[in-house]
């Protein structure tokens, strides 16, 4: 178990691979930790150092109270990619991971030399949203919205196979200031302007049955990323990694391949 004490933070992170090779680096949604790309690991090309961090307030990093900023998140990568000797990264990142690898592009392009934006936006939701949902959770728990939840990430066909169980409970299992913390920051952040300006080699890759960032919302942010390349999973909700990963990594493994990643 890897952990990084960061004074005001802590963050879990594991790594896989060869510690030699193009880095690749995973960043989760909010509501589920690094298990979320445990089915793309196996299935990447050979020879890359892949690494994949727990969000504050997620899994086994820590989770500070109150609400974070979009800022705060940024920084947590930043500063592990710096402790771990990372540059030049690919940096993979799924619904709020996609907001950290459009800020952290922004902010240190000597860290990250390719995006992978799956599930997201420059902009996901409102304030108004955002404030609605951590009011819901903080008063009745994240069993309230569970159903719904589930519904946005899965395709029907996931929802009736038992494995919907376990995300359920994973789910179910993130700590309330976690998931309140990060919508907060979520809710923040409006990257359409900085996003507009990048123009790093960009994979951007949308579901189908996606009910949190629907297909046409995630096109308009690959529109924003001059020469970007768009991928729709048909049959995949919010999470392909999990629903569809042959399709993920093959999609990502070419992308890697395509800009020169992988050795």
């Known amino acids: 178990m890897n952990i990084l004490d960061l004074g005001d933070t802590h963050i879990h992170w594991r790594e896989d691979g060869d510690p030699d090779g193009a880095p690749v680096v995973f960043s989760n949604s909010l509501g589920s930790d690094l298990r979320m790309w445990d089915k793309i690991v196996p299935l990447m090309p050979a020879g890359l150092r892949l690494i994949r961090y727990d969000t504050r307030g997620h899994g086994l990093s820590a989770c500070p109270a109150g609400a974070y900023s979009m800022g705060a998140l940024i920084r947590d990568a930043e500063r592990l990619l710096d402790a771990l000797g990372v540059r030049d990264s690919a940096f993979v990142g799924l619904s709020m991971g996609g907001l950290i690898a459009q800020g952290l592009a922004v902010k240190r392009l000597d860290l990250v030399r390719a995006m992978v934006l799956s599930n997201t936006a420059a902009k996901i939701g409102t304030a108004q949203t955002w404030a609605e949902r951590i009011a819901s959770v903080r008063a009745d728990g994240l069993e309230s919205i569970a159903g719904t939840i589930m519904e946005r990430w899965f395709s029907r066909k996931f929802r009736d196979t038992p494995e919907l169980l376990g995300w359920r409970t994973l789910f179910l299992r993130t700590p309330v200031d976690g998931y309140a913390g990060c919508s907060a920051a979520i809710g923040g952040t409006d990257f359409i302007t900085p996003t507009s300006g990048l123009t790093l080699p960009t994979l951007v890759i949308a579901g189908s ?42 999609i990502l493994g070419g992308f890697l391949r395509d800009i020169g990643h992988t050795g």
């Open 209 to 250: 049955e996606d009910g949190s960032t629907p297909p046409d919302l995630v096109r308009e942010t690959a529109d924003l990323v001059r020469g970007s390349r768009f991928h729709l999973i048909r049959g995949a909700g919010h999470l392909p990694p999990v629903e569809k990963p042959a399709e993920f990594a093959e």
